[in-house]
């Protein structure tokens, strides 16, 4: 298990704060469910622990079925448990989170915008950003998985 480097929201207060209030207004007028299905499944993704486990248990309280959830790092193989919007969005997720190595593809964006607003698409794109901004800082400083899940708010 690897040690904890340093707490960056001590060290770094002003930014942490910024990121979090970001956190708090990217995606706000998504669907609560689907921003939690982006944020765990970039947490995944990115191998964030602390994420995973924060999104993970967010989905849970929310009343998704923890089969559902367990299903969301195959959710290409379990279509049943997700809708063509959600599906969308993922997809869209997925390839913004993967830059520069891939990029939404012309057909990505397309797929999202028969689901999703032009406003819906460029929410969902800042919550794509701000949670990699959170799985970098929590993967890259080993912030620890805490006893119970933390709930941001």
């Known amino acids: 298990m690897s040690s904890p480097r340093l707490d960056y929201f001590t060290l770094a207060p ?3 704060k910024a990121l979090a209030q970001l956190s708090h207004v990217a995606g706000a007028t998504l669907d609560k469910r689907l921003k939690e299905l982006v944020n765990l499944r970039i947490s995944q993704i990115n191998g964030c622990a602390f994420c995973i486990d924060m999104h993970w248990a967010d989905l849970v309280k929310q009343g998704m079925d923890p089969r559902h959830v367990n299903a969301v790092a195959g959710w290409r193989e379990a279509p049943r448990f ?9 997809q869209w997720a997925e390839a913004v989170n993967a830059l520069p190595q891939r990029a939404p593809s012309d057909a990505d964006f397309e797929d999202l915008r ?6 819906a698409v460029a929410e969902l794109t800042f919550a794509v950003g701000a949670i990699r901004a959170w799985n970098m800082l929590n993967a890259s400083f080993h912030t620890p998985v805490p006893e119970t899940p ?4």
């Open 150 to 153: 933390y709930a941001a708010g």
């Open 14 to 16: 002003k930014a942490a």
């Open 82 to 90: 997700f809708s063509d919007a959600e599906r969308a969005a993922l």
């Open 114 to 119: 028969r689901h999703f607003s032009d406003g």
